[in-house]
């Protein structure tokens, strides 16, 4: 399922390393940069590439908040939920998100634009509430920021390589 | 007297500081003498120990001390890692720090690097900071292509360079063994020592891990002298500055740089804008979710390692939480074991289950369904969780044990109104 060029690409990052598996995560985060998650077929290409058997890659997939292992949507928000953004609101931030965009508090909305899901602290306690949605942060969130954020990202496609 | 500013001497509002702007205010001059002037490494370490550098991660561990470790007649190669995981709730001075002047870090690195013949540092990053590695990789290059890293460092011989490792997130990652396994691609479970990384670390070669902010401050330390940096301390005992990095209940949080051993009361009145209007201070978590509640009694406690110490509390990270009058502490201490129970990476038993055991207790007192005798199980919980394999479980026990200590009355209130006092919801 991997094209040509990523897994041309994804070698050699891999020989660039001192041993092969200590690029197993940024195979993954590259992968999904393409494909959103890691499929089981998608753990098999990537586990041969790092010369590993499928389930030691899946013992680090499991592991890690940022590998997906079941679809998500194009963009995944992560709200944090650790001390300082519990206390400024995190539940009213889920919420907002999960009404206004009709995204299920662990789910993806049906359209597949976004997953909501929690995170444990980003460290952006100076910006509390914050949230992470592809690896950029968001902090400092009102309803109505949240609002320009999400809607921006619903109508451009250039914050994500489209697939 | 004026802030002496070290590590963030060269801070612009929403913008890092070049190559340039670095070695105008003296970057490089330290890894120009002691490197390109071959000066022995061991008078590297002999210059940060002296100075009292203690590691800025959370243990405090002497600098110098740890490089020492590595022993004379180890093989090679011999491997750095800088620790920018940072994932204790409350902490992001380092990420402030790498916003700030990341070659401060770099040159860091790089002399740190030569005090034990390491041959390659590994900086080892959350993926939350994205746009910090972005920044690192970029300025790598630019250190690279002025002959500061890479082969043959200005000509002396010795040669290191430095990659970026991209973690894919849990807060075991910051602990020095499991991120040891994190960077072989193996699943990040602490090991326990001995041998120390010291000796074995990555792939069985001796690894020096260290803080991001220790190692900032050692190129400050070698271009300016030892005794130097102990006088820019407020305490006799202490040394140089902190990142104090303050959330919660205050006007401007944020990250500021100040003397070690500056006073509670004047890092929150004077330089995080005081208490939120209509707030008062109930308590704190002074370094970080894994050290004890910090209450008014000791608002003036100079922030140091020993003078918390001397309280019975921890530096950590200086990542200070405040919480006002408003604030129910079973709440918050709630959402704290969560994060752990959470974040136990599940290889020992008294960690994976004894911490969502705690967290199931404070919910049901939080929530009214409390019961007297769970005070009691509460408080052998966390002497129970002392059993386990690594330091993550007895970390955690500390804001419930000191939750007991000083706010039994708070609790006991939860107890016998059968819900918050506060109207506090903890959430599931």
Known sequence: MLSEELKQELRKMIADAESSREKAVDVMLDIQEHHLWMSDEAMEEAAELLGMSPLELDELATFYDFIYRSPVGKYVIHVCDSAMCWLEGHQRVMDHISTSFNVPIGGTSPDGLFTLLPVCCIGYCDRAPAMVINRRVYGKLTPEKIDRILGRLARDNEFHPPE | ?428
């Open chain 2, 1 to 428: 007297m004026a802030q002496p500013l070290v590590l963030f001497k060269n801070r612009h509002p929403n913008r890092v500081a070049t190559l340039d702007e670095y070695r105008q205010s003296g970057g490089y001059a330290a890894l120009e003498r002691f490197i390109g002037g071959k000066i022995d490494p061991g008078e590297v370490v002999r210059l940060i120990d002296e100075s009292g550098l203690r590691g800025r991660g959370g243990a405090g561990f002497p600098a110098g001390k740890k490089w020492e470790a590595v022993p004379k007649n180890a093989p090679f190669p011999r491997y750095l890692v800088a620790n920018a995981d940072e994932m204790e709730p409350g902490t992001f001075k380092d990420r402030i720090l790498l916003h700030t002047d990341p070659h401060c870090v770099i040159e860091g690195m790089i002399l740190a690097g030569y005090a034990f013949s390491a041959t390659k540092g590994f900086f080892f990053i959350r993926p939350s900071y994205d746009s910090s590695a972005a920044i690192m990789e970029r300025e790598l290059e630019i250190a690279r292509q002025s002959g500061f890293l890479g082969k043959s460092i200005l000509g002396s011989g010795y040669s290191f360079d430095i990659v970026v490792h991209r973690s894919g997130g849990r807060y075991i990652c910051g602990e020095a063994t499991a991120l040891l396994n994190a960077i072989m691609g193996k699943r990040p479970n602490p090991i326990k020592p001995p041998p120390y990384p010291t000796e074995k670390g990555l792939w069985d070669r001796p690894t020096v891990v260290n803080n991001v902010e220790t190692l900032a401050c050692v190129p400050h330390i070698l271009r300016n002298g030892p005794q130097w940096f102990k006088d820019l301390s407020l305490t006799s005992k202490g040394a140089g500055t902190k990142l104090f990095c303050v959330s919660g209940k205050v006007n401007s949080p944020g990250a500021e740089e100040l003397p070690m051993g500056t006073p509670l009361r004047e890092i929150i009145e004077k330089h995080f804008g005081g208490m939120l209007p209509g707030s008062e201070f109930k308590a704190c978590l002074p370094g970080g979710a894994s050290t004890r509640f910090l209450t008014s009694e000791h608002y003036d406690v100079p922030m140091d390692f020993d003078d918390l110490k001397a309280i019975g509390n921890r530096l950590g990270t200086a990542a200070i939480m405040i919480f006002d009058q408003k604030t129910c502490l079973v709440a918050t201490t709630h959402n704290l074991m969560k994060f752990f129970a959470r974040e136990s990476c599940g290889w020992c038993t008294p960690c994976r289950e004894g911490l969502p055991y705690m967290r199931e207790l404070l919910w049901l007192i939080e929530n009214g369904e409390g019961k007297e005798e769970y005070i009691d199980t509460l408080r052998s919980m966390c002497k129970q969780v002392w059993n386990s394999y690594c330091a993550l479980a007895p970390g955690a026990a500390e804001p419930v044990a000191s939750l007991l200590e000083f706010f039994e009355d708070e609790v006991r209130e939860h107890i016998r109104l059968k819900g918050c006092p506060f109207n506090a919801k903890a959430g599931n």
